[in-house]
């Protein structure tokens, strides 16, 4: 039998590692962990502000966000694997102690701190980039409004019903020139001087697309051939 030496406890109760049980090895162990994390949160759209750009919060993001905050702690013989539990901000750690699998745990503070991302920010301010004119068949206007407007998502601040067709004005130029060739809509851009921006020229962007009517098909027309007695062919004689 194997008495801890620092609390008296039998290994006939609880796991060892080496020469002590598992709970004093928990407490000698020097794993180093980042205290406290913050991140912002947009109070609009929920997106989170990580690793340097505004991106949605979903599963991805918050598995990632659990690998960096993970990331910060170490030991000197390695951690095999961790989690980390937001609802209780602790982080559960399995180390290599002396060739032994180890769990030791660490409370990680996360702060989230409520602000507004950028594109929320622009859309509140009416800000945009570029325009898209939407000109010709009616039909194909409209449906092809609803098509951008799924591809754009939020990035369309405006539309403006107009006699001559609709014009979408979009934040990003960016954004808009990939929204149209993923709908396969071939379109002619124009610059206009909006600004300037720390000595650096601003441009509008607009993009015009043209929508045509559809080809009608013309209906062949079979000609009609009547039919003729053959004895009335010619001119008939008079008879005497």
């Given at each position: 039998m194997i008495i801890?030496?620092?609390?008296?406890?039998?290994?006939?109760?609880?796991?060892?590692v080496n020469a002590?049980?598992?709970?004093?090895?928990?407490?000698?162990v020097n794993v180093t962990c980042q205290e406290k994390f913050e991140y912002q949160k947009c109070k609009f759209c929920d997106n989170v502000f990580f690793r340097g750009k505004w991106v949605p919060w979903d599963a991805k993001t918050e598995h990632?966000?659990?690998?960096?905050?993970?990331?910060?702690?170490?030991?000197?013989?390695?951690?095999?694997?961790?989690t980390y539990d937001r609802a209780h901000s602790l982080a559960v750690l399995y180390l290599n102690v002396a060739r032994e699998q180890v769990r030791v745990e660490r409370k990680i503070e996360v702060e989230?701190?409520?602000?507004?991302?950028?594109?929320?920010?622009?859309?509140?301010?009416?800000?945009?980039?570029?325009?898209?004119?939407?000109?010709?068949n009616k039909d194909k206007i409209e449906k092809n409004i609803k098509?951008?407007?799924v591809l754009l998502g939020k990035q369309v601040v405006k539309i403006d019903q107009l006699k001559e067709g609709v014009?979408?004005?979009?934040?990003?130029?960016?954004?808009t020139g990939a929204a149209l060739s993923k709908?396969?809509?071939?379109?002619?851009?124009?610059?206009?001087?909006?600004?300037?921006?720390?000595?650096?020229?601003?441009?509008?962007t607009t993009f015009a697309v043209r929508l045509a009517d559809p080809v009608?098909?013309?209906?062949?027309?079979e000609e009609t051939i009547q039919e003729t007695n053959p004895e009335d062919d010619g001119d008939n004689d008079d008879e005497d």
């Amino acid at each position: 039998m194997i008495i801890c030496p620092k609390c008296g406890i039998t290994n006939d109760k609880v796991q060892f590692v080496n020469a002590f049980c598992i709970n004093c090895t928990k407490e000698t162990v020097n794993v180093t962990c980042q205290e406290k994390f913050e991140y912002q949160k947009c109070k609009f759209c929920d997106n989170v502000f990580f690793r340097g750009k505004w991106v949605p919060w979903d599963a991805k993001t918050e598995h990632e966000m659990e690998k960096s905050i993970l990331s910060k702690c170490k030991y000197k013989d390695g951690i095999i694997r961790g989690t980390y539990d937001r609802a209780h901000s602790l982080a559960v750690l399995y180390l290599n102690v002396a060739r032994e699998q180890v769990r030791v745990e660490r409370k990680i503070e996360v702060e989230v701190k409520i602000s507004t991302c950028v594109d929320c920010s622009r859309m509140s301010g009416g800000y945009f980039e570029a325009i898209i004119q939407l000109r010709g068949n009616k039909d194909k206007i409209e449906k092809n409004i609803k098509r951008l407007q799924v591809l754009l998502g939020k990035q369309v601040v405006k539309i403006d019903q107009l006699k001559e067709g609709v014009d979408l004005y979009v934040m990003s130029t960016r954004e808009t020139g990939a929204a149209l060739s993923k709908a396969r809509l071939p379109f002619n851009t124009s610059k206009s001087l909006y600004g300037e921006k720390q000595g650096k020229r601003i441009y509008r962007t607009t993009f015009a697309v043209r929508l045509a009517d559809p080809v009608k098909k013309e209906i062949p027309v079979e000609e009609t051939i009547q039919e003729t007695n053959p004895e009335d062919d010619g001119d008939n004689d008079d008879e005497d």
